[in-house]
């Protein structure tokens, strides 16, 4: 499976994901969220940064099921979905994972006919560290 490819200003998100919290990087003058990391705030351009933690709790604003798989390793858990999630307590950060029954459970855990644009999802961490998502109500 894919691993995260990281860099200086990237590098926190992971690490806070391995021990299962959620971070957006903000700037730490105007208070705006911002994904991807990036060294100067979009808004102020201010250099001063911070990571803050986010509840975790979001809703799907798109999602594709790729057909057939467009990576050799993921062929065995074809079909599986790939989320955008939209933070709802930063909406202008949207996070790409993976629906799921569970943390560490397969990419092709939950069917596609059950995702919905909109529905609520909760993130969750599993040995990988990777976020991803759960329905909040099954």
């Known amino acids: 499976m894919l691993s995260p490819v990281t860099d200086a200003d990237g590098a926190p998100f992971w690490q806070y994901a391995a021990h299962g919290e959620l971070r957006v990087q903000s700037c730490a003058d105007c208070g705006e969220a911002r994904f991807p990391p990036r060294p100067c705030c979009p808004h102020c351009q201010s250099f001063a940064s911070e990571w803050r933690q986010v509840g975790g709790h979001g809703r799907i604003w798109s999602y594709v099921v790729p057909h057939p798989p ?3 390793d993921y062929a065995e858990q074809a079909p599986y979905n790939v989320v955008v999630v939209e933070l709802t307590d930063a909406p202008r950060i949207r996070l790409v994972g993976n629906l ?9 855990s939950v069917p596609p006919d059950r995702i919905r644009i909109g529905a609520k999802v909760q993130a969750v961490f599993g040995g990988s560290g990777l976020p991803q998502w759960v329905l909040e109500r099954p």
């Open 70 to 72: 467009l990576l050799a």
């Open 100 to 108: 799921v029954t569970g943390p560490d459970a397969p990419l092709n």
